[in-house]
């Protein structure tokens, strides 16, 4: 009989054994779904500051085309630095994916001029005089 008891010990020493690899094995697969999760959100999250972003400045810059007089305006993009560039009448943002740029539009008269420098950093200075706009 007590060859029988410590079978029976045994074999709940490895039913205890699987249930708890298995738990293991469970609690691993929800962190890297959980982890997964918010990657994506991170990542939608970038994307949707990326269009606000150039969306703003494209506002900014028609504004400042709007005003008379000469005008300095330090423009912050947040605490990541964003790479922004200018083509084609639009204003361009992405942080590190190009796949992943946001661009809005920039109106202007004929007469107007824009300079930009396309540049990688959290702030650009956008300077208005006359007719013309300078992005750096």
Do not use: C, H, P, W
Request: glycine letters at 4%; zero cysteines.
């Amino acid at each position: 009989m007590e060859g029988l008891a410590t079978d029976t010990r045994d074999m709940n020493k490895k039913a205890q054994s699987y249930v708890q690899s298995e738990t293991m094995e469970y609690i691993v697969l929800v962190a890297v779904a959980v982890a997964f999760m918010l990657a994506m959100n991170n990542a939608l999250g970038m994307e949707k500051y990326n269009s606000l972003i150039a969306e703003d400045i494209a506002l900014t810059i028609n504004s400042a085309f709007i005003t008379d007089g000469n005008l300095d305006i330090e423009y912050n993009l947040g605490s990541v630095d964003r790479s922004i560039s200018y083509r084609d009448n639009k204003v361009r943002v992405y942080v590190s994916d190009v796949s992943r740029e946001k661009s809005a539009d920039i109106s202007m008269s004929d007469n107007a001029q824009i300079k930009f420098t396309d540049k990688k950093d959290n702030k650009i200075l956008i300077k208005k005089r006359g007719n013309s706009i300078e992005v750096t």
